[in-house]
């Protein structure tokens, strides 16, 4: 486990360049508030605590946000969509260590069109005009473009729509190979060597998959519930890179 971290601090600058610096330690391993390792009674007390809090689960406002998502013509609207987004994160933080990289990652490119749509909420209501701007000015295949967050942020949400779908489909597997394969089969082919050395080493941080399953639980049904996302949100993932492509910035790669 220490090797692991010590590998992750080693590609920090790494991070840092795409805009992907890792953030909080594991929440269920670690006792921030005196910095001592956390005790099996301090991590029980807690998943007890973060169960009892939550209303429904983890997907709960996310499901409901999903249903705002398009305007009565079908077009996807900037704010709901990136409120989705944003209602995923406490997911992420249940990961720990292992997910630091992707919640970074996905932060920043939520405020980063959330910022651009702010500037003009009329003129960027709906998701894809930030693009077509973008596009006008020439501005579009930037790595700080919004198009570029756009894009990264669709990937970073096939990744997590992958690890449920593995979650529900694979009861057998350990979150570690959950989030590897998942992994490999989105984000993987769009990294290059450092970007996919650093989450293959991120990866084995995954949390214990009874654990997670217990704290992201909540009063519902949770299997329901991620498969109810899975369902109604890639379809969305999908319009964005059927847009994207049409427009060829689809497969862009990390700088």
Known sequence: MDAC??????????????RWDPVEPDTLDHDVSNERPATESDKSHRLKDQRVEMEGTVFTASLEGIKHVKS?????????????????????????TAMSLVKSDIGGNITRLETKYNSDPSKFEHLYSIVQIEIEAKTAKGSSSCT???LWLTRAMDFLVEIFRNLLEHPDWSMSKVCTDSYSTTLKKWHGWLASSSFTVAMKLAPDRKKFMDVIGGSGDISADMEKFCTTFAPL???????????GLDDMKAS
Do not use: D, M, Y
């Open 72 to 96: 009565e013509n079908g077009v996807i609207l900037t704010k709901p969509f990136l409120e989705v987004c944003k209602h995923i994160l406490p997911v992420l933080e249940k990961f720990g």
């Open 237 to 247: 993932l999908a319009e964005n890179h059927k847009f994207l492509a049409s427009v």
């Open 5 to 18: 971290k010590s590998s992750l601090v080693n590609v920090r600058a790494h991070w840092r360049r795409l």
């Open 148 to 150: 570029n967050g756009l």
